[in-house]
């Protein structure tokens, strides 16, 4: 019996509209799958009006770009991209909450600080609020520094990522707009044309 295909982390990158109701239409496009999504980052892009998404999964190459293709049939979506962790540039941020005394007390908040990046964001009577960037490993050390100082609460964000050989996406819209030239703004004005212009 064959061996499954490798799988392994992948960063799907999907340019869009920002429309009611699109972000329940992708996540049923894996729900359907039963595709685990792991982190989900939405935010502005470089782009007025346009929208990123930013999506973590664990699964093979096939399958992701069989995902990527599903997503761009959505009428809102511009563009989809998907890589591998070593195709990008990614951080998160993490926050925890410890108690002040006991964190005065037992161990110097610089040292803990120093080793391991994070810095203080909030430092009041009854608890102390510590932020880090960095990689899962880089803020889950910090989970298990901070577990015998009595952490209260921890939140970590949802990861954000660049791509490395990507010239951005703002780059091939300004490409098109200088070879097709188009009258009045209209709404979806580059979808008609977006794979033979969208592509990094």
Do not use: C
Not at 101 to 108: F, L, P, Q, R, T
Not at 133 to 148: C, F, M, S, Y
């Amino acid at each position: 019996m064959s061996q499954p295909p490798d799988r392994q982390e992948y960063n799907i990158t999907a340019y869009t509209e920002n429309q009611v109701g699109l972000l329940n239409r992708i996540a049923i496009i894996f729900s359907r799958r039963k595709i685990n999504i792991e982190s989900l980052n939405v935010s502005p892009s470089e782009i007025e009006g346009i929208h990123r998404f930013n999506i973590v999964i664990t699964e093979t190459e096939e399958v992701v770009s069989k995902l990527a293709r599903q997503i761009e049939k959505q009428v809102e979506v511009l563009k989809v991209y998907y890589n591998t962790n070593a195709d990008v540039i990614w951080q998160e941020m993490a926050l925890y909450k410890v108690p002040t005394d006991v964190i005065a007390e037992k161990a110097s908040v610089e040292r803990l600080l120093r080793e391991n990046g994070a810095r203080a964001v909030v430092i009041r009577k009854d608890y102390t609020v510590f932020e880090t960037t960095g990689h899962r490993e880089e803020t889950d050390a910090l989970i298990k520094v901070l577990q015998p100082y009595g952490l209260i609460e921890f939140v970590r964000s949802a990861r954000i990522a660049i791509i490395k050989a990507s010239d951005g996406f703002n780059h091939k819209l300004r490409e098109f707009e200088r070879r097709e030239p188009g009258e009045d703004v209209a709404e979806n004005e580059f979808l008609n044309n977006r794979d033979a212009v969208f592509t990094m």
